[in-house]
């Protein structure tokens, strides 16, 4: 039984990967692509969603299924001392209650639709769970970026330093420019420190969402991409309105609700219950069968189901109402998102194209300004300060960049590379 179970589970894993493939076809052969391929099958949280899933399938089986047939015993006018193994008679029945016609099927509707609104909800953990992976990894990207460019500007510090030194002992420097590029070291290191615990964090966050060790080196080869962003908003709004699993969600709830009315205007109308009995008669009499029908009277106290239909109105009301909230929320963070994606695609390209290389024209220019003895060594020490944190600022915004488009990705259920 537990390898049959496990059996289905693996297979719906699998189902929903495949259902996400057409999402990572570019990348498929990608490091990221790869870490959540892993996530799929390890993450706790999906796997839990889709264990909730697989428990509500089997909510549809108990609904439409039938209540137990009771099975009476009676034994008839016992004598005055309540010795009941001596009756006049002895009936056997067998009773089955019928729910009106209907409301069986309604109910596993009804059960059919909460699975439908919990795969949406599996969906939205699933794009939630790719999110916080692409965050922590980008987030692992930058540490690591931000630590090999305080390392490569520890080498020309180191150089400087010298510098500073050989014309300081041929008496064109001063000791003061010794310091300075101490000092500045004395920063980068401290900087490094602070670098490493990031890289500590991100990377332990993402360990934990593909539930593995905290302690599993991640090694991130691949840079993100920054090439330019070509959707426009009017592409991007139908797929926000009809594909994000929480807007999908709030639809199903809504169609459930409906079904939830249907089922409770049913309960007007009566039950049945049929009942089967034979008598066996010790007193010599001949034996006897005997059938019972019964219905209930939903009509006298029926103020309790108008209540319950006044009830589900009112909550598929909500419902509404909460769907054009989320609605009007999507639009809302879908806009701020576009704009704040296109805004760090031009600093990208200005970073690139223009800042990048004019901070590192700026500092081989105080370099040798400064071995001619045409400036003074703070001016190369701030040239080289400048250019380090541009190139922070640079990988900065690139993985701004891509942190929002994955945002975007979760807000319109689909990818956008």
């Known amino acids: 039984m537990f390898q049959e179970k496990n059996s289905h589970f693996i297979r719906l894993i699998f189902l929903i990967s495949l259902s996400l493939v057409f999402i990572y076809s570019e990348a498929k052969a990608s490091q990221l692509a790869l870490l959540i391929e892993q996530a799929m099958r390890q993450n706790p ?17 108990l609904e439409k299924a039938l209540e137990d047939p009771e099975f009476t015993l009676t034994q008839y006018e016992a004598p005055s001392n309540f010795d009941l193994s001596h009756p006049a008679q002895t009936w056997y029945g067998v009773g089955q209650v019928f729910p009106f016609p209907g409301k069986r099927a309604m109910k596993g509707k009804i059960a059919e639709k909460e699975v439908e609104v919990q795969f949406q909800a599996l969906q939205a953990t699933i794009r939630e769970s790719i999110l916080k992976i692409k965050t922590a990894y980008y987030q692992l990207f930058l540490a690591n970026q931000g630590i090999n460019i305080h390392l490569t500007h520890q080498v020309l510090l180191d150089e400087f330093t010298r510098s500073a030194q050989q014309k300081y002992t041929a008496g064109s420097g001063t000791q003061q420019d010794i310091v300075k590029a101490e000092v500045e070291l ?12 990031e890289k500590i964090n991100a990377e332990t966050t993402l360990n934990t969402l593909l539930n593995q060790p905290a302690d599993t080196f991640q090694e991130i080869s691949e840079e993100p991409a920054g090439a330019e962003f070509k959707y426009t908003p009017e592409e991007l709004i139908p797929s926000a309105l009809k594909r994000r699993p929480e807007v999908m969600a709030a639809h199903l709830q809504i169609e459930k609700k409906e079904m939830s009315l249907s089922l409770a205007e049913k309960y007007l109308y009566p039950d049945f219950m049929a009942e089967l009995s034979y ?7 001949e034996n006897k069968w005997m059938a019972v029908g019964k219905v209930n009277l939903p009509w006298i106290f029926n103020r309790k189901y108008q209540a319950k239909i006044n009830q589900i109105r009112l909550e598929k009301e909500e419902t509404e109402a909460e769907l054009k909230g989320i609605e009007n929320r999507t639009l809302g963070e879908l806009r701020i998102l576009y704009f704040k994606i296109k805004s760090l695609e031009k600093s990208l390209d200005m970073y690139k194209n223009g800042i990048l290389p004019q901070a590192e024209q700026a500092l081989k220019a105080s370099q040798i300004a400064y071995k001619s003895g045409k400036t003074d060594f703070l001016n190369v020490i701030d040239s080289e300060r400048t250019l380090k944190d541009l190139e922070m600022n640079y990988f900065e915004t690139l993985v701004d960049f891509n942190q929002r488009i994955s945002e975007l990705e979760n807000l319109v259920g689909k990818d956008l590379k």
């Open 45 to 61: 949280e999906i796997v839990a969603a889709t264990r909730k899933m697989e428990a509500l399938k089997q909510e549809v089986i």
């Open 186 to 197: 004395s920063k980068l290191h401290n900087s490094l420190l602070a670098l490493e615990q």
């Open 279 to 285: 008598m066996q008669s010790h007193l010599g009499e």
